[in-house]
């Protein structure tokens, strides 16, 4: 019973919402206020496909699922709409985000049902099916109350915050397609700082971009699947050799 109410909220609420995002984004697109690069590199109805991403600002979590995908969400709904993995008090928890649970595997940061949550995000990649993580475990620089946050850098000094362990377990235990994807400019649209103000409407004009790129999809290798850290290392080394790439000329 509890499938089938799942299934019908999927496809009245949360199916025609996506096509409806998935029209302004594209809109945006169009108009080069969001640009994605290297998108040849994206694996076409990849079974397990991980995708691993840089989080500077909230709507990273919205956009990805659809910019990224929305071919495979519009012609393949059951088996192709990527799972998100939100937080759970400022996304899952809030009214609002009602139909996108159906789709979403809830993050409780610093709380035991993490374990829960990472075993559900195992079985979805077990499934075959798409998988949306952001393991700085929060956006990169909104960590003002955190005591100690440790950061990794490129050679060019772009950033992200050490990932968490999930991540490292996701890619060893299973076998699971590893897509990096480095997002730039979401944080000039909305502000981390002006986060649910009035002032955090969207500023969309012609000086502000997002610019998404999509790195070369790889697997964790087998030689060190037993040693987290250096899965964890992989990946993120992975992504913040995709943040120095640089964007080609448009």
């Given amino acids: ?18 096509i409806i995002l998935g029209i302004i984004f594209n809109f945006l697109k169009f108009f080069k206020v969001i640009n994605i690069f290297f998108k040849e590199r994206q694996p076409k ?51 609002w985000w009602f139909p996108m649970r159906t789709r979403s595997i809830p993050i409780e940061r610093g709380k035991s049902g993490a374990d829960a949550a990472l075993l559900k995000m195992k079985r979805i990649l077990d499934d075959g099916r798409i998988l949306i ?32 362990s999930g991540v490292g377990f996701l890619a060893a235990k299973t076998e699971a397609t590893i897509l990096p994807v480095w997002v730039e400019g979401t944080d000039k649209i909305i502000p981390n ?25 790889f697997k964790c290798p087998a030689d060190i699947k037993n040693d987290l850290n250096k899965v964890i290392n992989l990946i993120e080394g992975k992504l913040l050799e995709l943040a120095d790439e640089p964007i080609p000329p448009q």
Avoid at 151 to 160: C, E, H, Q, V
Avoid at 199 to 217: A, D, H
């Fill in 1 to 18: 019973m509890k499938k089938v109410k799942e299934q019908l909220v999927f496809f009245l609420l949360l199916y025609p919402f996506g």
């Fill in 193 to 217: 700082e002006v986060y649910f103000k009035l002032s955090s409407i969207p500023k969309i004009n012609r000086k502000e971009k997002i610019n998404i790129k999509i790195g070369k999809p």
């Fill in 45 to 95: 109805m990849e079974k397990g496909l991980m995708v691993v991403s840089n989080h500077p600002a909230i709507p990273e979590t919205l956009i990805l699922p659809i910019i990224l995908f929305f071919e495979e969400y519009l012609f393949h709904p059951i088996t192709r709409s990527p799972w998100s993995t939100p937080d759970k008090k400022n996304y899952y928890d809030k009214f």
């Fill in 133 to 164: 993580l952001f393991p700085e475990g929060g956006r990169t620089d909104a960590s003002k109350s955190l005591k100690t946050v440790n950061y990794r850098y490129s050679a060019n000094g772009k950033k992200i915050r050490e990932f968490r």
